[in-house]
Antibody, heavy 118, light 109 residues
Framework: VRLAVSGGGVVQPGRSLRLSCAAS????????MHWVRQAPGKGLEWLAF????????YYAGSLKGRVTISRDNSENQVYLQINSLTTEDTALYYC????????????WGQGTLVTVSS | QSALTQPPSASGSPGQSVAISCTGT?????????VSWYQQHPGKAPKLMIY???KRPSGVPDRFSGSKSGNTASLTVSGLQAEDEADYYC?????????FGGGTKLTVL
């Protein structure tokens, strides 16, 4: 299983960003996916979930509608769009594979760093 | 929703056992048997150690065990080894969302 996250970098406050996670080594179209972030020196924060068929999406309430999760099963990719970025969004963003029916994440990518700064 | 409550630190000597607690509410830890524990070494991605309160994924040593009573879950590491030194996070499904604990830094003395 490999999850390669990309799209991070330095972004100005107020701008938007789309992160990508390229999956391989498992049946992507049959797996739900999560996004989780970790601010520098801080703990893990769950952000979003998308079912295998994109019919079900869950979001953390703290994101206040600024985030959209999506996927392309033909490309084995899952995405996270974040709008109206603030400095509090500075973090390492991980995508993780859902451990089917077990309500946990059994594989994680290495993450991509997003720094929100003017 | 607030993060689950974990002690910031825990420690033990090699060969000893140490338990890390994770306290939530009846809406998360107490309401579902979907508590997971993750190990994270510095600069690395988290690794699943326990799922569904007590189950170990393939490859995780049986020195790691989980339990739950009411709104509090626990991870116990027996026979501590140097490589167990890491940050540990609990997580619970909470109905259409997941919540993590604040993390516990485990030090092997």
């Amino acid at each position: 299983v490999r999850l390669a996250v990309s799209g991070g970098g330095v972004v100005q406050p107020g701008r938007s960003l789309r992160l990508s996670c390229a999956a391989s080594g498992f049946t992507f179209r049959g797996s739900a996916m999560h996004w989780v972030r970790q601010a520098p020196g801080k703990g893990l924060e769950w952000l979003a979930f998308i079912s295998y068929d994109a019919q079900t999406k869950y979001y953390a309430g703290s994101l206040k509608g600024r985030v959209t999760i999506s996927r392309d099963n033909s490309e084995n990719q899952v995405y996270l769009q974040i709008n109206s970025l603030t400095t509090e969004d500075t973090a390492l963003y991980y995508c993780a594979k859902d451990f089917d029916t077990h309500y946990s994440c059994d594989h994680w990518g290495q993450g991509t760093l997003v720094t929100v700064s003017s | 929703q607030s993060a689950l409550t974990q002690p910031p630190s825990a420690s033990g000597s090699p060969g000893q056992s140490v338990a890390i607690s994770c306290t939530g509410t009846s809406s998360d830890v107490g309401g579902y048997n979907f508590v997971s524990w993750y190990q994270q070494h510095p600069g690395k991605a988290p690794k699943l150690m326990i799922y569904e309160v007590t189950k170990r994924p393939s490859g995780v040593p049986d020195r790691f065990s989980g339990s739950k009573s009411g709104n509090t879950a626990s991870l116990t590491v027996s026979g501590l080894q140097a490589e167990d030194e890491a940050d540990y996070y609990c997580s619970s499904y909470a109905g259409s969302k997941w919540i993590f604990g604040g993390g516990t830094k485990l030090t092997v003395l």
